[in-house]
Structures are given as structure tokens and as C-alpha cells.
């Protein structure tokens, strides 16, 4: 007879011990990491939305406000450029014969403006949709479909040999050192950008500057993409037109041996 109710039975096995149980650290540790990765997040954000943030500007918009930038910075230069040689001519000390040698080599620099018969060379990107007009010839790739620069500079480079007493490429004028430069599909010339279509306007002989168009064959091989995949060329008479003086900085910046 036992002497309480609630005491074990005689010969009943203990209760048995809690073990060691994997699953309930595994979770601690997931919950650890979860919040690790929140506290990271907020610091970095600062409590902002990273994705949608709109003080985060794109690269696209950062390139396109220098050159809007650079484009005033150019046009202030050519005004105090202006006033320079206003001051300078009222009483410089020179000759007739050398201010005139100054003109001569001043318009040939291109930092004075040109006056003259004029033709407008414009190349566009072909539409994104487009397939091959004629047969014989692949289905286009994204690379065929857009203006290189390859075809900018054969374009430019045909119209100087044809005689061009100036040119200019969108709204500025190219001197000696102006390099026509591509990234993607967007031109990068003298620190400013622009989008097709690409206008590139040239004072010279019609007859003579059309002809060294035909005959360049950079121009031959842009114009088999013209026909058969439809990418923009376009040649327009302009007649009498002005175009203007370079307006940015003349300085030459070369490389350095460092000492």
C-alpha cells in the first residue's frame, strides 16, 4: 500500500532528460542573421528607400547636367574672349600687315566664324524594329543598328578632303584638335553630349564636298547598312549659311613624363 497517491510506482523508470536539441539553435542563429542583415540595411539607407531614392541620381542624368554645364562654360569663354580682343584692337601697336596675318591665321584656326555655301550631312540610328530589306544578307544585331564612330569621323573626314573651309558638328564648330568620340549610342564632343540624329555641317563647294562623300569608302561600306538595314543618311543644300567660331579653350593638354 503506498503512503501517497502521487508517489511513482515501484520499479517505474525516471523521466527521462531533455536532450540536446539542433533545430531550436538553428533557428536562434536565423533569426541572429536576419537581423544583422536589417541593421546593415537601415544603416546603409539611412532611412531612406534605396531602390527608389530620387536623390540618387543617374549617371545619365550626372552626364547630361556637365554638359549643360560645359555648354555655359563655353559660351561665357567666347564672350570674354570677345572683350579680350575688343580691348586689344583699339590700340595694340601692330601693323596693318600683321593684324591682317592675325585674321588669316585666326580664321584658319577656327575660332572665327565662316561665312559661305553650305551642306548638311545627317545620320540616324536605324529603328530598333528593323529586319534585313534585301535577301542574302543576317538578320540584324543590336550593333547594326546604331551610329559608330567610325561613321561620324568618315563623314567629317570625307568633307575635309573635299575642301571644307569649315565645319561643325551639331551646334559646334571643330578645330585641329576636336576628336569626335562615340560611348554607346551618344557622341561626346569637346566635353558635351548629344543623341542622334547627328547634323554635321560643312562650308565649301556643293559639287566638290558631295563628291568626296561618294568616294570615301568608309561612307560606301556605312551605306550598305543604309539600304539594307536602314540607318539614317541624309544630304541636305543649305545654301548661304554662318557658321560659328570655336568657342572652348585652345590650350593643348599633353602627357607628361612624371619626375
Known sequence: MSNSADSPQAGSSPEPKRGFRPVRVLTVAVFALAGLIFFTSFNTAKGTNIRTDTSLLKLSDLIQ????????????NARLRHEVESF??????????QDEKLASLEKGAGTQKVKGTAITVTLNDAPP???????????PQPDYLVIHQQDLQAVVNALWQGGAKGI?????????????????????LQGR??????KITAIGD???LNKALSASTAIQNYM?????????????????VTLPGYSGTVDLHYAQPVE
Do not use: H
Not at 583699339?90 to 596693318?96: E, P
Not at 553630349?193 to 547627328?198: G, I, K, M, N
Open 206 to 208: 556643293p559639287g566638290k
Open 129 to 139: 524594329d528593323a529586319t534585313a530589306k534585301l535577301p542574302g544578307y543576317p538578320e
Open 168 to 188: 561643325k558638328v551639331m551646334d559646334q564648330r571643330l578645330i585641329s584638335t576636336s576628336a569626335v568620340r562615340c560611348v554607346g549610342n551618344t557622341l561626346i
Open 193 to 198: 553630349v548629344y543623341s542622334p540624329p547627328y
Open 65 to 76: 547636367e556637365r554638359s549643360r554645364k560645359n555648354g555655359g562654360l563655353d559660351d561665357s
Open 224 to 240: 550598305v547598312y543604309v539600304n539594307v538595314y536602314g540607318l539614317g543618311w541624309k544630304v541636305t543644300q543649305d545654301g548661304t
Open 88 to 97: 586689344a584692337e583699339r590700340d595694340d601697336g601692330s601693323s596693318k600687315a
